[in-house]
């Protein structure tokens, strides 16, 4: 995307890696709530998955985090993300 949106890494040098982590952590809860999956992502899996995303994709911008489609547009994909299941 070409918005004009900072970088992981700009924000990590221009405010504080904390910030950052933060931000990215934010982002993920507010995602996990939205997708209204059957099993959403526990506080520990948020936590690793904002580290791994400042750590290791620090050249994304905050707009390529972005959620661009809505979930209607997915079709029989999210429904079997979203209705429950039996093991």
């Known amino acids: 995307m070409n918005a004009p949106a900072p970088t992981l890494g700009t924000l990590h040098r221009e405010k504080s890696r ?3 982590h933060a931000l ?11 997708l209204d999956l059957r099993k959403h992502m526990s506080e520990d899996q948020i936590e690793l998955c904002a580290t791994e995303i400042v750590n290791e994709f620090y050249s ?3 707009s390529d985090l972005a959620f661009p489609v809505p979930p209607d547009n997915f079709g029989a994909v ?10």
């Not at 999210?78 to 093991?87: A, F, N, S, T, V």
């Open 18 to 20: 904390e910030f950052t």
């Open 78 to 87: 999210w429904r079997i993300l979203r209705e429950p299941y039996d093991i």
């Open 24 to 34: 990215v952590m934010v982002w993920l809860v507010y995602l996990n709530d939205l």
């Open 60 to 62: 994304l911008k905050m």
